[in-house]
């Protein structure tokens, strides 16, 4: 197919991964028909994302790839009041309860609500050429056989309709029903992987004051040997949005008291003091998320004519920030398998999408088995990695060029391994070469 082509496609969720589907698609199909179930009549969280109410970090090679498909995106979301920051220069972040040294890394730090990003990018993709949105509207199956899925049942206010549709591509996130639906059809489903994490949240917002953290954004402080951490981020109309969490059923509470408790039992006293000066604006809310799961479209056989992404094929734990990232390098991925052609789309998408998730499942999964409690196979890979990262953490208080190469990794900007360069390497392992 060659941009502005035939046929029809058909997005599953109005989301980040499925909105970012529809523009890429768009090029190489007539008509691209987004189905959501949620109604967009207000501007808050919506009921098909519980946690929209949460703190969202969109890590820069998300944004860049956005700002690739939407050129301009960035820029209209700071007009809308979302800030934008050099990342360590006007963001402060901890690792293992050590300021990370400010130094320029070349990444912009967006920080803005679900809702905003959101509401940016669904108003972007439906300006491209036939592109369609459908509210208050579920999917309830796919149509075809084990071979080739040619269209999807949708319900739309309990009456079904049957659509036809030369790719249906399903973005509707972790509860997707994707492998039910396959299976219905004798199609071959996905093996799952599952790390339980029993993470749990607590959210609020504060009214900003230009002297919170010296004139500074925003304020990350990963979970300590105890799993909490939490994050402060300056977002539209000059708020703190605060989310404090826990891991392994250990989880913040909601009432204002014993919100403030937990946040002073965090790796750094900066959330902390924000929560016990600043301007309550809302009621605490909670989010429970159990475990990160992976299903390995990509050794199963596929058929035709339907593809997977984003949460959909792999949800991470929410503490590293990856959800979003990790799904518009999926559309990307899709971007150029479309770019060749439709022939066996699905197993050279799975193959492809496979190896940017792996990048961020083995430094996810890796970091959460750091805590005993999580069940998993330590291998001595592991082991030594997240010793080795332990280092690093360390060093990234006093050396800027670690700093800068750990935050880069982090944002999925550079490979991890660019930690293991020599140049890195010995400034990690050999304190003396680095204070030198």
């Not at 098909?48 to 209209?76: K, M, N, S, W």
């Not at 609020?204 to 939490?230: A, K, M, W």
């Not at 989010?287 to 056989?301: L, P, Q, T």
């Not at 990790?326 to 479309?338: F, G, S």
Request: contains cysteine; aromatic residues 6%.
């Amino acid at each position: 197919m060659s941009a502005g082509g035939t046929g029809h496609a058909i997005v599953l969720g109005a989301g980040i991964a499925g909105m970012l589907s529809a523009r890429v698609l768009s090029e190489y199909f007539e008509r691209v028909t987004v189905i959501e179930r949620d109604t967009f009549d207000a501007d808050g969280p919506r009921r098909g994302v519980p946690q929209a109410r949460h703190l969202h970090g969109l890590l820069d090679r998300g944004r860049t790839i956005i700002e690739e498909l939407h050129p301009g995106f960035t820029e209209e979301a700071a007009a809308l009041g979302a800030p934008t920051a050099e990342a360590l220069i006007g963001t402060r972040w901890y690792l293992s309860g050590l300021r990370v040294t400010p130094t320029e890394t070349g990444l912009t730090s967006l920080m803005a609500t679900r809702p905003l990003l959101e509401s940016v990018l669904r108003r972007r993709t439906l300006a491209a050429p036939g592109v369609e949105l459908r509210t208050a509207a579920a999917a309830r199956a796919l149509i075809g056989d084990a071979r080739r899925i040619t269209g999807v049942v949708i319900a739309r206010e309990e009456v079904e309709q049957a659509v036809a549709a030369d790719l249906v591509v399903d973005a509707t996130g972790k509860a997707s029903r994707s492998p039910d639906w396959l299976r219905a059809l004798g199609a071959a489903t996905p093996r799952e992987e599952r790390v339980d994490v029993d993470l749990g949240y607590a959210s609020r917002f504060y009214r900003r004051t230009p002297e919170d953290l010296d004139g500074q954004s925003s304020v990350i402080i990963s979970t300590g040997p105890n799993g909490r951490g939490g994050g402060a981020i300056r977002v539209e109309d000059d708020r703190w949005h605060v989310t404090l969490a826990g891991m392994l059923g250990d989880h913040p509470p909601v009432d204002p008291a014993g919100f403030a408790d937990f946040a002073a039992t965090i790796a750094a006293p900066d959330i902390h003091r924000i929560v016990t000066s600043a301007e309550p604006l809302d009621d605490g809310v909670p989010h429970r998320f159990r475990h990160a799961v992976r299903r390995r479209f990509e050794r199963s056989h596929a058929p035709e004519g339907f593809l997977a992404v984003g949460d959909a094929v792999c949800s991470f734990n929410p503490l590293y920030a990856q959800g979003m990232a990790v799904a518009a390098q999926q559309v990307r991925v899709l971007r150029d398998c479309l770019a060749v052609g439709t022939v066996d789309l699905p197993a050279r998408f799975y193959a492809a999408a496979a190896r940017v998730v792996d990048v961020a499942w083995q430094m996810s999964t890796g970091s959460d088995l750091r805590y005993p409690g999580v069940v998993g196979h330590r291998t001595a890979r592991v082991r030594l990695t997240n010793a080795y990262v332990g280092a690093a953490h360390r060093a990234a208080h006093t050396d800027p060029r670690i700093a800068r190469t750990f935050l880069r990794v982090a944002n999925l900007v550079e490979p991890p391994a660019a930690l293991l360069r020599p140049a890195i390497a010995s400034r990690i392992l050999l304190p003396g070469r680095r204070n030198r």
